[in-house]
């Protein structure tokens, strides 16, 4: 943890990390959905500062650097077990996310890091032009559980995407992971 302390600092956000929190909340499995739950209002707090501060591009940096390191993971996760379709899956999916990710990017790119990071992304777009991703609209539906109105998403998603596919988006998400970190 002392690495995210350290670059927390740097770019004076240090207050929005309670480092012993998250790290007791990681290494509980049981715990994820309140580290997910935690590592989101962190990130809306820190976006939210940033914009007062008119460093907003920092933002978006964090968020493209912290979904390049959930890639990269996911990506050898799954090489490493070609036969998990789920993680195959989330790697297809991603591409929605790519590209919002490359939109917000784009308002930056007069800034040479930035349109730099621009086009390494671009190029891993390109990598997921083969992959088919289908989606079955069907209506939600309502019902109440201990008194609380839950929404059913009953809309069905398919990806095609195969082990080379993955194999490339891992890849170039590596090459541009290492190009960051170097």
């Known amino acids: 943890m002392q690495p995210i302390e350290q670059l927390a600092e740097g770019l004076n956000i240090g207050q929005f990390f309670e480092i012993e929190t998250i790290g007791r ?5 049981k715990n994820l959905d ?3 739950l ?7 707090d820190i976006n939210l500062y940033l914009s007062t501060q008119k460093r907003a591009n920092l933002s978006v940096l964090l968020l493209t650097g912290g979904w390049l390191e959930a890639m990269n993971i996911t990506c050898q996760l799954s090489v490493k077990d070609p036969g998990n379709k789920v993680l195959q899956e989330t790697i297809g999916e991603q591409q929605i996310v790519l590209d919002q990710i490359i939109e917000l990017l ?3 790119k007069a800034d040479e890091n930035m349109a730099s990071l621009l086009t390494d ?4 777009k390109s990598a997921y ?3 088919k991703i289908t989606t079955v609209y069907r209506a939600p539906t309502s019902e109440v559980i201990n008194g ?5 998403d009953n809309s069905s998603t398919t990806v095609e995407i195969t082990p080379e596919d993955v194999n490339n988006i891992k890849n170039i998400t590596s090459s541009i992971r290492t190009k960051i970190i170097s």
């Open 25 to 29: 909340l990681a290494a509980n499995s």
């Open 34 to 36: 309140s580290l997910l």
């Open 106 to 108: 784009k308002i930056y």
């Open 38 to 44: 935690l590592t989101t209002m962190n990130f809306n």
């Open 148 to 152: 609380v109105v839950v929404v059913k």
């Open 121 to 124: 992304l671009t190029n891993l």
């Open 129 to 131: 032009e083969k992959i």
